[in-house]
């Protein structure tokens, strides 16, 4: 099961390609934030196979991380496959 994840914005790294870096549970990876009009480090995204799909308020996306947390083996899953990806 693949689930849209929430993250913060570290930091924008490559503004031509429309990547940055994004934080989740203490997992740093980069994605592409193409399909949103604009994002900024310490900004929250929702986060599906390498994109980030939408902005989250941090309340939105700190609730989101409690349930996914109580969700047990398929959040720790999801955040092994986070471990795993990279976008180059």
Same mark, same amino acid.
């Given at each position: ?13 490559? $503004? ?8 989740? @549970? ?13 994002? #900024?480090?310490? #900004? ?7 994109? @980030? ?7 939105? @996306?700190?609730?989101? +991380? ?5 969700? $047990?083996?398929?959040? #720790?899953? #999801? +955040? ?9």
């Amino acid at each position: 099961m693949c689930l849209a994840i929430p993250g913060r914005v570290v930091e924008l790294v490559d $503004g031509l390609s429309s990547l940055a870096e994004v934080e989740v @549970a203490g997992v740093r990876r980069i994605v592409n934030v193409g399909l949103l009009d604009s994002v #900024e480090p310490d #900004e929250w995204v929702l986060i599906h196979v390498g994109f @980030a799909l939408s902005k989250v308020d941090e309340a939105e @996306a700190q609730s989101t +991380l409690l349930l996914l947390k109580q969700m $047990g083996e398929t959040y #720790e899953q #999801e +955040l092994e496959d986070l471990k795993r990806s990279a976008i180059q």
